[in-house]
């Protein structure tokens, strides 16, 4: 099966799974259907191009109570991949950028379903939209963000924006790490290519922030850093670039564009 009839089908997932979420996101103040049909949807593109997913550090993820995911991003797989590791009893949304919003029935169905969307070129709305969604964990939701703001070409560990860390302390609730570990490889930044191979998601333990300052950041941003640092597997990949840190950056915006193994595929 070739990479074009590969997103074809993909193509064609989005627009069979994409309209009924449409119509149902307005009647599912859970989120619940919208979340099975996700599911769907990225289980179907999974074992199309032949991409499994191992996971370990589920014990670490809450069950009911919402947290701030925080991962590493390598690759346009990489979302998919924390999705489908997390125990469907886990509300979620997700940060992504403005510009996925134009994507017939993908960004539509973002828009439907109160994903975070974050304008990076604007910083009083960027700055909103992170409001919005400290108000969606308060009700229970949590929320997946990529720190580095975009998709690491390389598979090295980049700066980490100021934005999702404002998020997690104005929500006050943990902050769970999270390694992706092989995605680069899948499908490298830049490329349409899709390549077959394993995944693996590493979920940290939860490092608290309530009681924590905002003055504090510095410290909090460091400790996630070094969670996520820690939790590559270098036998999905080479040992990784963890790039310097530079002076404190307080940009708002950082938007998206996963116990013991165990793999799906």
Known sequence: MGNLFRL???????????????AASPFDR???VVRALGRVWIRWILRTFRIRISVEGLENVPARAPVVFMSNHQSLVDIAAIVDTLPTSVSWRFVAKKELVRVPIFGWCLVTTGQIIVDRGNR??????LHRAAERIRG????????????S????????????????????????????????????????QVHSGTVKITFG??????????????????????????????????TPVIEPVPDEDDAPAAPAGPRAANERG
């Not at 074809?8 to 449409?22: E, F, R, S």
């Not at 922030?209 to 990949?237: C, H, M, N, P, W």
């Open 153 to 192: 070409p390389s598979g090295s560990l980049r700066p980490f924006k100021s934005g999702p860390f404002h998020l997690a302390l104005e929500a006050q609730v943990p902050i769970v790490p999270v390694t992706v570990s092989g995605s680069q490889r899948i499908t490298p930044k830049g490329s349409l």
């Open 30 to 32: 859970e989120a619940r």
């Open 205 to 238: 333990k939860p490092i608290p922030t309530r009681g924590v300052r905002l003055e504090e950041r510095a410290l909090l941003k460091a400790r996630v850093r070094e969670a996520i640092a820690g939790g590559y597997d270098l036998s999905f990949q080479g």
């Open 8 to 22: 074809m089908l993909l193509a064609i997932y989005t627009v069979v799974i994409g309209i009924p979420v449409i």
């Open 124 to 129: 009083e709305r960027a700055v909103a939209s």
């Open 140 to 151: 229970g939701a949590s929320v997946i963000v990529f720190p580095e703001g975009t998709r």
